[in-house]
T-cell receptor, first 117, second 112 residues
């Protein structure tokens, strides 16, 4: 087991609602990244948080937002849900050594499967 | 054209076979390279990082060719349990941030 946990495991929402997904990073890791994976697709990078600040963002609209807490756990919030938001949302933790060094290996949680009706 | 491309497969091979996957990337500024394995409806798990000199982990060998901008994964003596999707991941700097770009994956089915 990687030590990264996510909650909830499954969620069903309706269009227009808001959702908050949670992630606890692996012990000793200071960086959390969020991904959206649609069925049959590779994970798409949403954003990354390092020391409580957003450290990079993919091509997702502002209704996707996040937080990282002092204990390095993180939340992903999605407002005004759309049908296309239905996907597996993955959280990955890693240890960033600082500076612009390349990504370290990331360890993924089991994901939250979101269904928007 | 996607920045990271993989042959989606599926690759169907018998047990004991050797199989190789390639992954091409288009941005020469790419710095780090990884292979992840993903089982059906599960999260991706890191299989191995890919180093410039190439690296081996048991039956798995990863290689990087910067000149031609591709990485490869070779699996020897395939086992039934190797059946999964193999995802190629490339990272690079994007401004002051870093970015991970994922391929769509190559599906492998190892048959008895």
């Amino acid at each position: 087991e990687t030590g990264v946990t996510q909650s909830p495991t499954h969620l069903i929402k309706t269009r227009g609602q808001q959702v908050t997904l949670r992630c606890s990073s692996q012990s000793g890791h200071n960086t959390v990244s969020w991904y959206q994976q649609a069925l049959g697709q590779g994970p798409q990078f949403i954003f990354q948080y390092y020391r409580e600040e957003e450290n990079g963002r993919g091509n997702f609209p502002p209704r996707f937002s996040g937080l990282q807490f002092p204990n390095y756990s993180s939340e992903l919030n999605v407002n005004a849900l759309e049908l296309d938001d239905s996907a597996l949302y993955l959280c990955a933790s890693s240890l960033r050594a600082g500076g612009l060094s390349p990504y370290n290996e990331q360890f993924f949680g089991p994901g939250t499967r979101l269904t928007v009706l | 054209r996607k920045e990271v491309e993989q042959d989606p497969g599926p690759f169907n091979v018998p047990e004991g076979a050797t199989v190789a996957f390639n992954c091409t990337y288009s941005n020469s500024a790419s710095q780090s390279f990884f292979w992840y394995r993903q089982d059906c409806r599960k999260e991706p798990k890191l299989l191995m990082s890919v180093y410039s000199s190439g690296n081996e982990d048991g039956r798995f060998t990863a290689q990087l060719n910067r000149a031609s901008q591709y990485i490869s994964l070779l699996i020897r003596d395939s086992k039934l349990s190797d059946s999964a999707t193999y995802l190629c991941v490339v990272s690079r700097n994007a401004g002051n941030n870093r970015k991970l770009i994922w391929g769509l994956g190559t599906s492998l089915a190892v048959n008895p």
